[in-house]
């Protein structure tokens, strides 16, 4: 069955090697636009679409020329520096003393 | 200003390492993609949607399972808590921005896609590598083909 994935993750997305792939360089969680944007919203989806016709061999990437504004979050994701290391030192020993959280691990 | 894409895995790596966590997260490798071609115009197609959102609050614990949930309105919220997204830089409130339930019903109309499947499909986001490609990749693709689908949208948080 021909897909197509639309997503935020391009690294992930090209580790994993996939059909098509339509990346949107937008902070994970909103793939398909910004929220209530619908016409953004719509554009990107026609676009991902569009690559089911339009790409003739595996692993066809497209990037999407929307934007989300403001570049901010992509430095201040999962950030690490000196003001957050000894906190997040502690969150991980939080972490591993609850056991009902899952730590990230090597799976089959 | 950073135009350049976000490197996820180096970042999550970095971040679990200076958590204290000592294994590194997998990331799904492989050597090649399959492809199938479309055969037939996307205007004729019946488009089927697979989402990593779920319909359900899911526990901690609780095993993940292949699910789905009506097309026939955008639902008015899935569960995307337990999902690795920005939480600082956006929200998931408007369900469209991840689950293109609307966006792909007024394709539907303008007539760029044939139809759209009665029911989009909820992958479960899982650490085992096995269980996604055993299990879960089968039900959905059974799930899919039950609707006549032609072609698959797949859009991961």
């Keep these: 069955m021909p897909s197509v994935i639309v997503g935020s993750a391009l690294d992930i997305v090209q580790r994993c090697r996939v059909p098509r792939f339509l990346f949107v360089d937008f902070p994970l969680g909103n793939p398909c636009g910004k929220p209530w944007d619908t016409s953004m919203q719509q554009r990107i989806v026609a676009h991902g679409l569009a690559l089911l016709g339009r790409a003739t061999k595996p692993e066809t990437t497209e990037y999407s020329d929307e934007r989300w504004g403001s570049d901010d979050w992509k430095g201040a994701y999962m950030e690490v520096n000196d003001q957050n290391r000894s906190a997040l030192q502690k969150m991980g020993e939080a972490l591993r003393a609850d056991r009902k959280v899952r730590e990230p691990r090597t799976f089959d | ?157």
């Design chain 2, 1 to 157: 200003m950073d135009s350049k894409p976000v490197k996820y895995m180096e970042k999550t790596r970095r971040y679990y390492e200076a958590q204290g966590f000592d294994r590194a997260y997998q990331y799904a490798e492989h050597t090649s993609a399959p492809f199938t071609p479309l055969t037939k115009p996307l205007a004729e197609c019946r488009v089927g949607l697979v989402t990593t959102a779920s319909t359900y609050h899911r526990a901690d614990l609780e095993p993940r399972k292949v699910d789905v949930g009506s097309t026939v309105s955008l639902p008015e919220k899935l569960f995307t808590d337990d999902l690795s997204w920005d939480k600082n830089a956006t929200h998931t409130e408007d369900v469209n921005s991840f689950c293109p339930i609307n966006s792909l019903r007024e394709l539907e109309a303008q007539g760029v896609i044939g139809s759209l499947a009665t029911q989009f499909v909820c992958a479960p986001t899982e650490y085992s590598q096995r269980a996604t490609v055993e299990q879960d990749a089968p039900k959905i693709l059974e799930y899919l083909r039950g609707e006549k689908v032609d072609v698959a949208l797949l859009v991961p948080l």
